[in-house]
């Protein structure tokens, strides 16, 4: 199964895509974690993306050429942050055949919530105040630091980053609404139910 997931940053596609992987062997291949993991280790990819950020051009062709070396090869695996644009889905057709797009649906507002009381630690735990809290108040159960938001998480700036993502996603997802392999997922719902839905329409003809 070659699977992709579109959702707007807060719609839950992580946790889904974790569960996927675990229970179904599909391989979770985030591209903003693996770029910002390119980033950090200064590899040859990640100096071009960190120094051609503003040239889009060129970077849909290095991120393109990394999505073929990540999935040549692989038979069952989901995408989460590729393809962003209609020609990196057109150029993902070139390369193999997709056989469904999940796009996760939920209201800004929901999103809002949710995203702003997300809570960080340095040593990489994250929490939720609302639905996975820490013990003591905005403290690191593990290592006892201080917790923190991601500038992310700031309400201003998660509405640009949905704005961004409706604007830049639509023709992807009307794309893949033509060629009618797009799956709408509820995923207001519970992580359980959502996933109760995914595996449904999975193999669901
Ligand atoms: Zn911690």
Do not use: W
């Not at 997709?98 to 800004?108: A, E, N, Q, S, W």
Request: include cysteine; hydrophobic fraction near 35%; charged fraction near 35%.
């Amino acid at each position: 199964m070659k699977i992709i997931i579109i959702g707007p940053p807060g719609s839950g596609k992580g946790s889904q895509a974790e569960l996927l992987q675990k229970k179904l062997r599909l391989k979770h291949i985030p591209l903003g974690e693996i770029l910002r993991q390119e980033i950090k280790k200064n590899t040859v990819i990640g100096k071009k993306v960190k120094s051609i950020s503003m040239g889009i051009l060129a970077q849909d062709y290095i991120v393109d050429k990394l999505i073929n070396k990540i999935i040549k090869g692989r038979d069952n695996f989901i995408l989460d942050g590729y393809p962003r644009r209609l020609a990196q889905a057109r150029y993902l057709d070139k390369i193999i055949k997709v056989d469904r797009v999940f796009l996760f649906d939920i209201p800004k507002n929901l999103i809002i919530k949710r995203l702003s009381n997300r809570y960080v630690c340095m040593c990489g735990e994250t929490y939720n105040l609302l639905s996975k809290k820490p013990k003591k108040n905005l403290t690191c159960d593990k290592c006892k630091k201080k917790l923190y938001q991601r500038d992310d998480d700031k309400i201003d700036v998660i509405k640009r980053r949905i704005e961004l993502y409706n604007k830049q996603t639509k023709p992807v997802i009307d794309y893949y609404r033509r060629k009618k392999i797009l799956f709408k997922i509820d995923s207001s719902k519970s992580i359980e139910n959502v996933f109760n839905e995914i595996k449904n329409k999975l193999y669901k003809h």
